[in-house]
């Protein structure tokens, strides 16, 4: 199963683009990568799954290297409302670990 | 409509006694899973149902078992409440296999006195 890890904390103001970065070294060929949002009392929500290069929604875009052995969430401009913990997961492992928490700023 | 819906939402209980949680997803998925979410934020998968039959089941106390009546509702009894029982418990709810995306609801969490 691939392992991800991914930066424990990011601080940012509002405006500004967030880039949250995962490894997963160990990615299957066939496994895709999926980015989840939890905010305080509430489950997780998705956000983005890719498999290569580049993946745009209304929310994020993710971006995936040749090597696919990581890849980068990017929010567009973040708002206060961004500030959440990000899980990055790899293929079918159901791991969420630790997540990176997103802390936005005026 | 609440795509997936955990009842209740708070469970405060004493020790050795057996409560359960309920689960209903309106997604028409056929995938629902049980997570255990701890102090240190965690988010530990427990089980999984595929068309109501078991297809994970973690390393998880036998104490805990899911039950699932029909593909839209999975259901996690527990036996015997220990302190370290206390989390916040997620259900969540995917079409098809276990790469597609999961819709959780907003968690059931778990105080043992």
């Known amino acids: 199963l691939a392992k991800t890890t991914q930066p424990i904390s990011m601080d940012s103001y509002e405006g500004q683009e967030v880039n949250i970065t995962c490894s997963h070294n160990?990615?299957?060929?066939?496994?895709?990568i999926t980015w989840y949002q939890q905010f305080p009392s509430q489950g997780p929500r998705f956000i983005i799954q890719?498999?290569?290069t580049k993946v745009t929604n209304e929310v994020a875009s993710l971006f995936i290297p040749a090597d696919r052995k990581s890849s980068t969430l990017s929010l567009p401009r973040v708002s206060l409302s961004d500030t959440a913990v990000y899980y990055c997961l790899a293929g079918t492992a159901l791991i969420f670990g630790k997540g990176t928490t997103l802390s936005v700023s005026s | 409509d609440t795509a997936v819906s955990q009842t209740p939402k708070y469970l405060v209980t004493q020790m050795g006694n057996d409560k359960s949680i309920k689960c209903e997803q309106n997604l028409g998925h056929d995938t629902m899973y049980w997570y255990k979410q701890d102090s240190k934020k965690f988010l530990k998968i427990m089980f999984s149902y595929n068309n109501k039959e078991l297809i994970i089941n973690e390393t998880v106390p036998n104490r805990f078992s899911p039950k699932s009546p029909d593909k839209a509702h999975l259901n996690l009894h527990i036996n015997s409440l220990e302190l370290g029982d206390s989390a916040v418990y997620f259900c969540?709810?995917?079409?098809?296999?276990?790469?597609?995306?999961?819709?959780f609801g907003d968690g059931t969490r778990l105080s043992i006195l």
């Open positions: 969540a709810s995917s079409q098809g296999n276990l790469r597609e995306p999961q819709h």
């Open positions: 160990n990615i299957a060929t066939n496994d895709y």
């Open positions: 890719g498999y290569k």
